[in-house]
């Protein structure tokens, strides 16, 4: 069993920044794929990004590229999604989540509570 807890979303203005973390603890966090999901009221939950449990492969959606960066830090069982140049859309509640499969887009078995990030126009 892995526990995931999200922290650092908020209100930020359009073209700001934020960092949103995910602490893992558990059954060895830090040989999980890692992913960042987001849920826009009205919509299907989507993949943003994830990153390989070395973090030597990384995903990133269309909508995102060049905009956010994910990390990881596997001394500290911590992943972390760098957001900048924000926009309106980007709005959302955003759920780390932990894979054992190989593919980063694959099925995910852990999932955080998450937390809100709203980006006002």
């Known amino acids: 069993q892995v526990q995931l807890i999200e922290s650092g979303g908020g209100l930020v203005q359009a073209g700001g920044s934020l960092r949103l973390s995910c602490a893992a603890s558990?059954?060895?966090?830090?040989?999980?794929?890692m992913g960042w999901f987001r849920q826009a009221p009205g919509k299907e939950r989507e993949i943003v990004t994830a990153?390989?449990?070395?973090?030597?492969?990384?995903y990133y959606a269309d909508s995102v590229k060049g905009r956010f960066t994910i990390s990881r830090d596997n001394a500290k069982n911590t992943v972390y999604l760098q957001m900048n140049s924000l926009k309106p859309e980007d709005t959302a509640v955003y759920y780390c989540?932990?894979?054992?499969?190989?593919?980063?887009?694959?099925?995910?078995?852990?999932w955080g509570q998450g937390t809100q990030v709203t980006v006002s126009s």
């Open positions: 558990g059954r060895a966090g830090s040989t999980y794929n």
């Open positions: 989540a932990a894979s054992s499969a190989i593919a980063l887009t694959a099925r995910y078995d852990y």
């Open positions: 990153i390989s449990w070395s973090g030597g492969r990384t």
